[in-house]
């Protein structure tokens, strides 16, 4: 077969180059497979080959019934993969995370201070301890568990999450993904009874009994509620806290009679 593209794109192992940090990679029980940094392809631990050192960049794969274990040596920081678990070894100095999971069925963290790990649909979680636990649930769903003594921070698209000791959160998989959503230059924050409302752009803010009234001007975006609006030049929207109602009340600007038209003619009868 010819190919038809010149050249090919980039493949996996370009978007995750070598880096300098160095972990040590463990089977504890099989199946486990490494993918070096800059390799091609993967090859199973074997019990007579249970430990190699790996670079950041690097893959690591358990399937059912497999178990492995990263460890980083500087830090004493450790990731446990039980069963069907994906991911890949981050390199902190190029601004990446210390582990991102690709795929999870169960793991184990035992984190240090200024660890981050981002999570399966690009959560990022930060935590200076552990055991923080994370599993795939049913119907789309991963389980974050703190089960330290410390508290620790999940950033969840346009939120974060503290979680104390004992704590734990459902975040959903979406389509669009859990990555942190980044705060836009400029962007103003309005406190309501109850909520937040975020706006960027031309807008004038007034405040409403229970709640926010909002007038669109020009360009902007507005954000509050779970929702994301974008307002006509003079529309109106109308935001109220839980306490009374939630949601938004959206109303058209008002038409003067001189644009109004004409109410259509209705023919006189001749009589017949």
């Known amino acids: 077969m010819e190919s038809t593209v010149t050249p090919l794109p980039p493949g996996v ?6 880096g300098p940090e160095e972990v040590l990679v463990r089977r504890l029980a099989d199946p486990v ?29 358990s399937a059912a019934g497999g178990r492995a274990e990263i460890l ?5 920081t450790t990731v446990m993969l039980f069963d069907s ?12 995370p210390n582990f991102m999971f ?44 703190n089960q330290t003594k410390l508290p620790g921070e999940i950033a969840y698209r346009n ?15 979406l389509e669009s993904g859990g990555a942190p ?3 836009v230059p400029g962007t103003k924050i309005y406190p309501g009874p109850g909520f937040e409302l975020k706006v960027f752009g031309e807008v004038t803010v007034s405040e409403l009994d229970g709640g926010l009234q909002v007038t669109g001007v020009g360009e902007h975006e507005i954000e509050g509620l779970g929702i994301r609006l ?15 109602r939630s949601g938004a009340t959206i109303k058209q600007p008002p038409v003067d009679e001189e644009d109004e038209p004409a109410p259509p003619k209705v023919p006189e009868s001749d009589g017949d």
């Open 85 to 96: 678990c994906t991911g890949i070894v981050g390199s902190p100095s190029r601004g990446e």
């Open 102 to 145: 690709r795929e999870v069925e169960r793991a184990v963290l035992q984190l240090t201070q200024g660890d981050q790990v981002e999570l399966l649909g690009g959560a990022l979680l930060t935590a200076e301890s552990g055991p923080w636990v994370v599993e795939r649930r049913r119907f789309g769903i991963i389980r974050v568990m």
């Open 181 to 183: 959503i980044p705060e």
């Open 33 to 61: 497979q490494l993918k070096p940094a800059g390799q091609h392809a993967a090859f199973p631990l074997r019990y007579f080959d249970k430990r190699r050192r790996a670079n950041s960049g690097a893959w690591i794969f």
């Open 13 to 18: 192992e370009d978007d995750y180059p070598p």
């Open 159 to 173: 939120e974060v999450f503290v979680l104390g000791p004992g704590e734990a959160v459902d975040l959903p998989l």
């Open 72 to 76: 980083w040596p500087s830090t004493g």
């Open 230 to 244: 974008h307002l006509d030049e003079g529309e109106l929207a109308q935001l109220t806290g839980f306490a009374e």
